[in-house]
């Protein structure tokens, strides 16, 4: 029987000789099953927001509204968490939420889940984390320093609470790509998992005493588990953006909120 | 899983590749995100799609998808306004109808208060005028009643002198001198 694991690997679909760049390295130009299932993610929300508005009418038909539903999510989350600076980094939000939940959700289509790749997880928080640390140098130069500096902490305690922070800050891009990789691949090595067992059922490898049993247990649990990695497949992609935002706002509001 | 890098990479770092792969592309055991190899790949195209994205999204579907946001809450603002103004004016004509009304009724009820007391003005004028009438009718009437008692008082005198005369002349044969007469109608 498969592992569970083997949904996860790459494979090369066309391959390119490597090419070596300056301060990267060799790189791999391979066409992989990753690269296209980030491709279709693409594609299809390319072609999902110029549907609902390239036609856009004041009064929404069925698919507008359920653009504007995902589109005034992020509008409202980050219009409430960073103010009037909000509009600023919608795009970017809005980017990141749409790439993350369009790679979930078609790893529940049977498909390559490339949120399930670390690389792409470290990649997205990556980004998350470069852009915080520009946007905090640019807009606020050695003040971004008062980040880390709890002003609301006994005098005696700052250095040592000021020093946590810190370092909880440099964790964040780790926390970030984890907890979204530690999620898709949880939830669908656990789903192959029981997936296995009522295979292994079917063909009737487990005997014919315990076999029906057992793959009418794990079936059910495959619906199940299929349903909660749909609402995981969500949460991920919105517990992302949220925190993008928080981490944003951190930087944006530096002054206000400190 | 049998060869990651192709057959045409002979460099150096293929050994290392080779024995990631011989680790690792066998099925079970290790985990397939940590074949570090494909990571470049996929970094690199991942930040291709992010960068476009973020420029259709930012420059294309971010604001169309909000000039129709706004149109939406222009129209239904507008819509809001046109209504309150409506309201406010229905409010309006309902206030100067009720002030119509009003003033209608307080005109009717002058109006009906007046006719009442020319009404009554009238009756009482024609009470009066009826009840002088009926005092001068009453006052002819007393005047010829009372004219009519002279003019029997006045013929009382005669009466008696003339039954005088006639009593006279049956009790003794002779006729009364109207001097006699006048004397006794006198005395008596």
Same mark, same amino acid.
């Not at chain 1, 508005?53 to 929404?60: D, I, Q, Y």
């Not at chain 1, 909660?228 to 925190?243: D, G, M, R, T, Y």
């Not at chain 2, 890098?5 to 050994?15: F, Q």
């Given at each position: 029987?498969?592992?569970?694991?083997?949904?996860?690997?790459?494979?090369?679909?066309?391959?390119?000789?490597?090419?070596?760049?300056?301060?990267?390295?060799?790189?791999?130009?391979?066409?992989?099953? *990753?690269?296209? =299932?980030? /491709?279709?993610? #693409?594609?299809? !929300?390319?072609?999902? &927001?110029?549907? @609902?508005?390239?036609? $856009? +009418?004041?009064?929404?038909?069925?698919?507008?509204?359920?653009?504007?539903?995902?589109?005034?999510?992020?509008?409202?989350?980050?219009?409430?968490?960073?103010?009037?600076?909000?509009?600023?980094?919608?795009?970017?939000?809005?980017?990141?939420?749409?790439?993350?939940?369009?790679?979930?959700?078609?790893?529940?289509?049977?498909?390559?889940?490339?949120? *399930?790749?670390? =690389?792409? /997880?470290?990649? #997205?928080?990556? !980004?998350?984390?470069? &852009?915080?640390? @520009?946007?905090?140098? $640019? +807009?606020?130069?050695?003040?971004?320093?008062?980040?880390?500096?709890?002003?609301?902490?006994?005098?005696?305690?700052?250095?040592?609470?000021?020093?946590?922070?810190?370092?909880?800050?440099?964790?964040?891009?780790?926390?970030?790509?984890?907890?979204?990789?530690?999620?898709?691949?949880?939830?669908?090595?656990?789903?192959?998992?029981?997936?296995?067992?009522?295979?292994? =059922?079917?063909?009737?490898?487990?005997?014919? !005493?315990?076999?029906?049993?057992?793959?009418?247990?794990?079936? $059910?649990?495959?619906?199940?588990?299929?349903?909660?990695?749909?609402?995981?497949?969500?949460?991920?992609?919105?517990?992302?953006?949220?925190?993008?935002?928080?981490?944003?706002?951190?930087?944006?509001?530096?002054?206000?909120?400190? | 899983?049998?060869?990651?890098?192709?057959?045409?990479?002979?460099?150096?770092?293929?050994?290392?590749?080779?024995?990631?792969?011989?680790?690792?592309?066998?099925?079970?055991?290790?985990?397939?995100?940590?074949?570090?190899?494909?990571?470049?790949?996929?970094?690199?195209?991942?930040?291709?799609?992010?960068?476009?994205?973020?420029?259709?999204?930012?420059?294309?579907?971010?604001?169309?998808?909000?000039?129709?946001?706004?149109?939406?809450?222009?129209?239904?603002?507008?819509?809001?306004?046109?209504?309150?103004?409506?309201?406010?004016?229905?409010?309006?004509?309902?206030?100067?109808?009720?002030?119509?009304?009003?003033?209608?009724?307080?005109?009717?009820?002058?109006?009906?208060?007046?006719?009442?007391?020319?009404?009554?003005?009238?009756?009482?004028?024609?009470?009066?005028?009826?009840?002088?009438?009926?005092?001068?009718?009453?006052?002819?009437?007393?005047?010829?009643?009372?004219?009519?008692?002279?003019?029997?008082?006045?013929?009382?005198?005669?009466?008696?002198?003339?039954?005088?005369?006639?009593?006279?002349?049956?009790?003794?044969?002779?006729?009364?001198?109207?001097?006699?007469?006048?004397?006794?109608?006198?005395?008596?």
């Amino acid at each position: 029987m498969a592992s569970p694991l083997e949904q996860f690997e790459i494979h090369k679909l066309v391959d390119f000789p490597d090419i070596t760049l300056p301060l990267i390295g060799k790189v791999d130009l391979a066409i992989t099953n *990753s690269h296209v =299932a980030m /491709t279709i993610v #693409f594609v299809a !929300i390319v072609a999902f &927001l110029a549907a @609902v508005t390239s036609k $856009a +009418k004041v009064v929404p038909g069925r698919l507008q509204t359920i653009g504007e539903g995902v589109f005034g999510l992020i509008d409202n989350m980050t219009d409430s968490m960073l103010g009037h600076e909000g509009r600023k980094y919608f795009p970017f939000v809005f980017t990141i939420f749409t790439l993350i939940l369009g790679m979930n959700l078609l790893g529940m289509m049977l498909t390559f889940t490339a949120t *399930s790749q670390l =690389a792409i /997880t470290v990649t #997205f928080a990556l !980004i998350t984390f470069g &852009l915080v640390m @520009v946007i905090g140098v $640019a +807009k606020n130069g050695f003040g971004f320093l008062k980040l880390f500096w709890p002003s609301g902490a006994p005098l005696v305690m700052r250095p040592f609470v000021g020093l946590i922070e810190l370092i909880s800050f440099f964790l964040r891009p780790l926390t970030l790509s984890l907890r979204l990789f530690g999620n898709m691949m949880g939830g669908h090595v656990a789903l192959k998992v029981f997936a296995g067992f009522v295979a292994a =059922a079917a063909i009737g490898s487990l005997g014919a !005493i315990i076999g029906p049993p057992v793959g009418i247990v794990s079936m $059910a649990m495959v619906i199940a588990l299929t349903a909660l990695e749909f609402l995981v497949a969500f949460l991920q992609a919105f517990v992302f953006a949220i925190l993008t935002c928080i981490y944003l706002n951190d930087v944006v509001n530096l002054d206000h909120a400190h | 899983m049998a060869d990651p890098h192709g057959a045409a990479a002979p460099h150096g770092a293929d050994a290392t590749h080779a024995t990631t792969a011989a680790e690792h592309g066998s099925g079970g055991g290790g985990v397939p995100q940590f074949q570090f190899e494909h990571w470049g790949g996929q970094i690199a195209y991942l930040l291709v799609l992010f960068v476009i994205l973020y420029v259709l999204i930012s420059r294309v579907f971010a604001p169309r998808m909000r000039k129709v946001l706004d149109e939406r809450a222009g129209t239904i603002a507008g819509a809001l306004d046109a209504a309150k103004r409506v309201q406010a004016e229905a409010e309006d004509q309902a206030r100067a109808a009720a002030a119509e009304v009003a003033g209608a009724r307080g005109q009717a009820q002058q109006l009906a208060a007046e006719a009442r007391a020319k009404a009554s003005a009238e009756a009482a004028q024609r009470t009066a005028a009826a009840d002088a009438e009926a005092a001068a009718k009453v006052a002819e009437a007393e005047a010829r009643i009372s004219a009519t008692r002279e003019t029997a008082m006045g013929n009382v005198g005669a009466i008696a002198e003339d039954t005088a005369k006639a009593i006279v002349e049956k009790l003794t044969g002779k006729t009364a001198s109207a001097v006699e007469l006048k004397a006794a109608g006198g005395n008596a």
